[in-house]
């Protein structure tokens, strides 16, 4: 098998599905500047922000939201289905694609249905237990399948069989080391570089349950000594903060250099999203995960094993208050031979490859 020469990239809808998609082509180009990648997207998905200013050509598509459940009478609905279908096959052709790869989101199922009626090469990249149902579909019509933790096999019979290959992450984040930027990190955001910063985000929607429990601790643990950077969310309603704290508490609605929240920090305080779970654990950052609870609970599987491995904490949304924030952040915070062991736990579960490690699976896929 030569190099690849063209490829079609199917993830959209959240980040967790278009930021390791990003970070993929961008490993993809490093190796060969001369591939041809296509990004699929559908109209009112995040790729349409994320992936034209990072230099892909990124093709619109129909995509429909589907059925929580996944079976073949699915598959052979007439219909918005195959329509969708048809425009994916249209790109493919047009672009002589070598193979899809495909990371979920509705916009993932159509290229699926293209590359199975062309019998193309098909990879599919999946991080979650259970699996997203654009993902489920797919897997019924290829075992190329990639993970991104080693949990996924042994926790859902259809990625049984799946290689573990890691989280393909952005080489800003990949390639982070965490204590030669911490001073410059520390003073873009206006903090001071002698205190302790505990970097507080619940992902790119936000978390206003840790966004209130954090306001509500912000007095104690400014007189603590403890520094406060906290990323309340873009669709979030701003929370208060108390006024003339004795030490900085800086807010953002959103942060898109996370490498310089991270590099800033001594501790973190997040959601369990696998990209932040993949993330803080490549660079060895401990943190404090207060999984999504209105969910099927994958969050809390994704970070269960890093808590387990000893690089971080878990707490249930319920049980985070203002008074357990105090309790726990302050004593560990203020040890730093604890969040450096922590650290270091959370390093070695982490891994930095998953960009490599999934261009080699796909070559391997293509060749066979």
């Given at each position: 098998?030569?190099?690849?020469?063209?490829?079609?990239?199917?993830?959209?809808?959240?980040?967790?599905?278009?930021?390791?998609?990003?970070?993929?082509?961008?490993?993809?180009?490093?190796?060969?500047?001369?591939?041809?990648?296509?990004?699929?997207?559908?109209?009112?998905?995040?790729?349409?922000?994320?992936?034209p200013?990072?230099?892909?050509?990124?093709?619109?598509?129909?995509?429909?939201q589907?059925?929580?459940?996944?079976?073949?009478?699915?598959v052979?609905?007439?219909?918005?289905?195959?329509?969708?279908?048809?425009?994916?096959?249209?790109?493919?052709?047009?672009?002589?694609a070598?193979?899809?790869?495909?990371?979920?989101g509705?916009?993932?199922?159509?290229?699926?249905?293209?590359?199975?009626?062309?019998?193309?090469?098909?990879?599919?990249?999946?991080?979650?237990?259970?699996?997203?149902?654009?993902?489920?579909?797919?897997?019924?019509?290829?075992?190329?399948?990639?993970?991104?933790?080693?949990?996924?096999?042994?926790?859902?019979?259809?990625?049984?069989?799946a290689?573990?290959?890691?989280?393909?992450?952005?080489?800003?984040?990949?390639?982070?080391?965490?204590?030669?930027?911490?001073?410059?990190?520390?003073?873009h955001?206006?903090?001071?570089?002698?205190?302790?910063?505990?970097?507080?985000?619940?992902?790119s929607?936000g978390?206003?349950?840790?966004?209130?429990?954090?306001?509500?601790?912000?007095?104690?643990l400014?007189?603590?000594?403890?520094?406060?950077?906290?990323?309340?969310?873009?669709?979030?309603?701003?929370?208060?903060?108390?006024?003339?704290?004795?030490?900085?508490?800086?807010?953002?609605?959103?942060?898109?250099?996370?490498?310089?929240?991270?590099?800033?920090?001594?501790?973190?305080?997040?959601?369990?999203?696998?990209?932040?779970?993949?993330?803080?654990?490549?660079?060895?950052?401990?943190?404090?995960?207060?999984?999504?609870?209105?969910?099927?609970?994958?969050?809390?599987?994704?970070?269960?094993?890093?808590?387990?491995?000893?690089?971080?904490?878990?707490?249930?949304?319920a049980?985070?208050?203002?008074?357990?924030?105090?309790?726990?952040?302050?004593?560990?915070?203020?040890?730093?031979?604890?969040?450096?062991?922590?650290?270091?736990?959370?390093?070695?579960?982490?891994?930095?490859?998953?960009?490599?490690?999934?261009?080699?699976?796909?070559?391997?896929?293509?060749?066979?």
């Amino acid at each position: 098998m030569g190099p690849l020469r063209s490829v079609v990239l199917a993830g959209g809808g959240t980040g967790g599905h278009v930021y390791p998609l990003l970070a993929f082509a961008d490993c993809l180009r490093r190796h060969d500047p001369g591939v041809r990648i296509t990004c699929l997207g559908t109209p009112r998905g995040m790729e349409n922000d994320l992936i034209p200013p990072h230099g892909y050509e990124l093709r619109q598509i129909p995509a429909y939201q589907l059925p929580r459940s996944v079976n073949m009478n699915l598959v052979r609905t007439p219909g918005r289905m195959w329509t969708a279908a048809r425009a994916a096959g249209k790109v493919i052709d047009e672009v002589r694609a070598d193979v899809v790869v495909g990371f979920g989101g509705y916009v993932s199922v159509p290229a699926y249905l293209a590359a199975w009626r062309r019998e193309l090469p098909m990879v599919i990249h999946e991080v979650n237990v259970p699996p997203g149902v654009a993902n489920r579909l797919g897997m019924k019509f290829t075992k190329n399948i990639a993970v991104g933790f080693p949990h996924q096999p042994s926790q859902a019979e259809s990625l049984r069989d799946a290689t573990i290959v890691g989280v393909p992450l952005r080489r800003t984040i990949a390639g982070l080391d965490r204590y030669a930027l911490r001073n410059a990190a520390r003073a873009h955001f206006g903090l001071r570089p002698d205190l302790p910063v505990l970097f507080v985000s619940g992902g790119s929607s936000g978390a206003r349950s840790i966004n209130l429990a954090v306001s509500g601790a912000a007095k104690e643990l400014a007189r603590n000594g403890v520094q406060v950077l906290h990323v309340m969310g873009a669709r979030n309603e701003p929370v208060p903060i108390p006024t003339d704290l004795p030490v900085p508490y800086v807010t953002l609605p959103y942060l898109s250099e996370m490498e310089l929240g991270y590099a800033a920090a001594d501790l973190m305080l997040a959601r369990g999203g696998a990209m932040t779970v993949a993330e803080v654990a490549a660079i060895g950052l401990p943190t404090i995960y207060v999984p999504y609870p209105h969910s099927n609970q994958e969050q809390r599987r994704n970070a269960l094993p890093v808590v387990e491995a000893g690089g971080g904490l878990l707490v249930d949304d319920a049980e985070l208050t203002p008074d357990w924030l105090e309790r726990t952040v302050i004593p560990l915070i203020r040890d730093p031979q604890r969040l450096y062991a922590m650290g270091a736990a959370a390093a070695a579960y982490g891994r930095r490859d998953g960009d490599e490690a999934l261009r080699s699976f796909v070559i391997e896929a293509v060749a066979r």
